[in-house]
Each structure stands twice: as C-alpha cells, then as structure tokens.
C-alpha cells in the first residue's frame, strides 16, 4: 500500500511559533546578532545544567566543534577511531592534520570496540576518538582504562548522545572532550549547531578563542582560530526546544517501544536493545537485516519501502575506511562494521511520528518479509 505522503525518515521538533517570536523579539531592539550575546551565554548556562557538565562551548555546527576540540588539544599523528561513522568524524581527523587509525565496532552496540583497540596503538597513537551510535554509549570504562595506560586522550563525537544517561552519569561526562551536534535532525536542536564539552576549564578557554579566529583581545591574536561562533537566532532556537526536550524524548520513546512490540518477531530483523541502566533519548531506530532469514536484502527492503512512500537511511553506509578522500588512513580488518553498515537501516523516528503512521511502516516491513 503506498502512503498518500511520503514519510520522511525524520522531522525536525518546533516550539510553537509565538513562543520563538517572543525568545527573539530583544534581538531587534539589542541588535546583538552574534559574538556571544545574550541568548548564546544563557543557552551555555543552560545546557551546562541540563547535561550537568561544567564546560559548554557553543559552536556554528558540530563539525566545526570537533575541529576545535582537536587544535585546542594540539594533537599529532595518529587518532584510532570507527569508520561506522558520519563522514564529519573522520574529515575533522583528516582536516587537522592526523591519520585515522579505523577500529572494529562491538557488534551489539555498533561502537568502537574496546578490545580491538590496543592492538592499533603505536609510538605515534595520541588519542581514541569513540563515536557514540544511535544513543549506544561507548565503554567508556574500557576505554579509559587503555588510554590511561597509553598516555591518550580520549574524546567522543556525542552527536547521538545528547541528554543519555547511564548510571545516572551523563554521557557528556565521559571522556575529556566530547562534541554535540544540534542540526535540525537531531533530538535537540538550534537549527544548525553544536558544542564542545571540556573536563578540564583551560580548554574552554582555548576553544572560546579558536573559534573567535584565535582572538584574545580587539588587538591580540594568540591562536591561527577561525569562526565557529553560533548566533543569536541559533541560540534562541536552542533554547526554546530545551525547554521542551524531555516532552520530545517521551514522545520518540513511545514510537520506539511501539516499533519494538510491533518488529520483535520479525525473522531477520535484529533490533536496537537498550542496555541495562542506559537511560536513552531514542535518538534512532535501526533494524539489522539478515536477508537469508528476512527473505531480502537491506537494500531491497530500503527499495520496497520507498516506492510505498516510506523512508528509511542507510545509516551509517558507507564506512569512511572506504571513501576515495580517505584512502591515506591506515586501513585494518572491520569485518563487523563492514557487515553493520551492510545489513543496517534506520526506519523513520521523530516526536511527531503518531500511532497510525508507525502501525503503517511496521505493516509495510512486516509485509515484505512475508513475501
């Protein structure tokens, strides 16, 4: 049955219109667009006491972000990562200068593996870049073990992980730095934006120059920065939506819970379990596809499912190990990414998504794999 709209694979959240009138209504009598005017310092405020973390650095977008988390660092040489990634997290990598060094994924979490990584790391490793994937948590634990026996860094791209929680720990905790996006996709969002998470203070200073072209004063120059800065429109957009962000978790928990109850039993189909004290913001929901048992191919599905008018991402697909920009990284064995990325599809999540338009995808899927 084809839909009579096409349904998109997301929708952004929205305050109600008035409300957003009314956050930037002071913009035209102040005239403060950017450069850190009012509504940016109180989004900071906060989003610090939201994410109960000290340090909140906003950025223009979440790429740029993680470039400054990397130059305040000063780090050299090479970064072990995930290639089961946004193509951001290894261009910010290959953009300051360092060599990606790819690692397998946990085949349960899809995030970076924390038994593979040792065996990468030489004389010239400086850092572990983990990537959070649809609101999983990296090991953190595991992981800072290895880094503190090595002398590392570690940092996390958290552009799924915003507002997750485990053990009653923010993931914005983990690490010494982590980077958010807030793209119109994401569970909050300033239309376009991001921001640096510090542990240590002196980075969010460094950070908040870098990002300003490295300016310290009208007159001084300390850092070759550039312009990361968010404006004031972002910011009172940002705001608006953290005040009702716990209403837009609710409301994707719930179509989360219905495609579960719905997709369970579906031969093929390997759903995204929350682990045990995870307290997720169901940023996504991805189906692993084994076609011998679903009777199809991922791709097919994704096929079969457009032409009812459904959307559905390949996400993430391809691995950045496999981009032709990318061929300069030190390349290893991934066979668990390779066949993630292969066999996965993220099926459309949003607040909005109602009952009725769930119930229609999970018939669609459950009716290509009876087929």
């Not at 450069?35 to 790429?63: F, I, M």
Request: with cysteine.
């Amino acid at each position: 049955m084809k839909m009579n709209q096409k349904i998109a694979v997301t929708r952004s959240s929205m305050p109600d219109f008035e409300e957003y009138v009314a956050e930037i209504r002071p913009l035209w009598e102040s005239r403060w667009l950017t450069n850190s005017g009012e509504k940016h310092r109180e989004l900071e405020s906060r989003l610090r006491a939201y994410l109960g973390v000290d340090n909140v650095s906003l950025c223009v977008n979440g790429h740029l972000a993680l470039e400054c988390i990397l130059e305040a660092m000063e780090l050299k040489g090479e970064v072990i990562t995930t290639p089961f990634t946004f193509v951001s997290t290894t261009n910010a990598l290959i953009r300051k200068g360092l060599t990606p060094v790819f690692c397998d994924i946990d085949p349960e979490t899809y995030t970076i593996d924390p038994a593979c990584i040792e065996p990468l790391i030489t004389d010239r490793t400086t850092a572990i870049l983990g990537v959070h994937v649809y609101g999983n948590l990296c090991d953190d634990e595991r992981i800072a073990a290895i880094a503190r026996r090595h002398g590392l860094k570690v940092i996390y791209d958290a552009a799924h992980a915003f507002g997750v929680e485990k053990d009653g720990a923010g993931a914005l905790s983990m690490g010494d730095a982590s980077m958010l996006s807030f793209h119109a996709t994401k569970v909050f969002h300033c239309i376009e934006g991001g921001a640096a998470v510090f542990r240590e203070s002196g980075y969010y200073d460094k950070l908040t120059h870098l990002k300003n072209f490295g300016m310290t004063s009208p007159t001084e120059l300390t850092y070759a920065g550039g312009n990361a800065k968010m404006n004031e429109f972002c910011a009172a957009m940002g705001l608006c939506n953290l005040r009702h962000i716990d209403r837009a978790i609710a409301a994707r928990k719930r179509a989360y819970e219905q495609y579960t109850a719905r997709l369970s039993g579906v031969n093929g189909l390997k759903l995204n379990a929350v682990a045990p004290g995870v307290k997720s913001n169901y940023a996504y929901f991805p189906v692993v596809i084994d076609p011998a048992q679903f009777g199809c191919t991922r791709d097919k599905l994704a096929e079969r499912l457009e032409e009812q008018g459904i959307g559905a991402r390949k996400y993430f697909y391809p691995l950045t190990s496999t981009l032709a920009c990318l061929r300069g990284s030190k390349q290893n064995a991934t066979p668990v990414a390779e066949r993630i990325s292969a066999q996965v599809l993220c099926l459309p999540l949003y607040e909005d998504l109602d009952e009725k338009t769930a119930d229609a995808i999970c018939d669609a899927i459950i009716s290509i794999s009876e087929r």
